[in-house]
């Protein structure tokens, strides 16, 4: 299949070098690829303090777009993205703690492009400080509808 892919592609009349064309074949089976997998990720470490907004160290972005994080008040941010890609029942959110966190994190579904999520100190039973989020891994899927 693949070779049959990498010939169409190569025979594009609009590509006239050969350099242009494997990066156009390879570009192409890496977009086919994404598209026949079960689901597009978002991968990136969070960190958070004070009133300020999470910020994001990207590891992988499946996305065709930004995702951009705010803060709402403590414990509680939101995720926005200029394109609608969250999907309502086919969208999650998981996250692991940084160093000494003790932290669950819940998502909740608020539009096409919004996904909000809270976070919870387990040893306190409250919301997180503001600084909760240090080194935290955090991955959103949005499964294939």
């Known amino acids: ?63 065709d777009t930004e995702l951009v994080f705010n803060y709402q008040s403590v414990g509680k941010y939101f995720i926005t993205s200029e394109k609608p890609i969250f999907n309502q029942n086919k969208t999650l959110l998981f996250t692991s703690g940084g160093p000494g966190n003790n932290l669950i994190t819940s998502a909740e579904f608020s539009n096409e492009n919004t996904l909000g999520f809270g976070s919870i100190n387990l040893t306190q039973d409250e919301p997180a400080p503001s600084n909760g989020f240090s080194g935290t891994s955090l991955e959103i899927r949005v499964y294939n509808t």
Request: charged residues 25%.
């Open 1 to 63: 299949m693949d070779k049959f892919i990498a010939r169409a592609v190569t025979k594009d009349p609009l590509i006239k070098n050969k350099s242009d064309q494997t990066v156009a074949r390879f570009g192409h089976l890496n977009e086919i690829v994404r598209d026949l997998s079960k689901y597009k990720s978002y991968v990136a470490i969070i960190s958070q303090s004070e009133t300020d907004a999470p910020t994001a160290i990207v590891l992988q972005n499946d996305f």
